[in-house]
């Protein structure tokens, strides 16, 4: 599971030190390959056996669904294969990069069977809003 939140510094050429913590699933896994794609403002990053499961329930949608098509267009659009390199870093492609606003600074955020890939300052602040917005009945609900 990837879980916690890691800070690193995005390279002049787009890339990005994977927290050793998420380095350590990625090997478990024996996953060497991140798939990276856009959603909601930042990027999310599956490994490979993850997103295998992900696409085959995409390919499963009715296409005759005009927001199916639009909603598989946009996350499909978005891809990009990810290996990481022997440092443990991947290369974020400049629309990925673009689409996320990433600045020098990245917060890495665990979110499960994926991880996310904020500009830092943007998850700070979507962070304290989280924290404002959380109450007993989300966490009931959740079972938690």
């Not at 499961?53 to 978005?78: C, M, N, P, T, Y």
């Not at 492609?93 to 955020?109: F, I, N, Q, T």
């Not at 665990?110 to 304290?128: L, M, N, P, Q, S």
């Amino acid at each position: 599971m990837f879980t916690g939140s890691y800070f690193h510094l995005l390279d002049n050429k787009g890339r990005v030190s994977i927290s050793p913590r998420y380095r350590e699933i990625l090997q478990e896994r024996q996953d060497r390959i991140l798939i990276l794609t856009n959603f909601d403002g930042y990027i999310l990053s599956f490994p490979q056996s993850e997103w295998v499961k992900i696409e085959a329930k995409l390919a499963d949608q009715a296409i005759f669904r005009k927001d199916v098509r639009a909603f598989q267009r946009f996350l499909i659009s978005g891809v990009q294969e990810c290996p990481l390199d022997r440092q443990g870093r991947i290369l974020i492609g400049p629309y990925l990069r673009d689409y996320a606003k990433l600045s020098r600074e990245v917060a890495l955020v665990g979110a499960v069977r994926c991880f996310e890939i904020w500009d830092r300052a943007t998850y700070e602040t979507h962070r304290k809003q989280l924290e404002a917005s959380v109450n007993e009945e989300v966490l009931h609900e959740l079972l938690i």
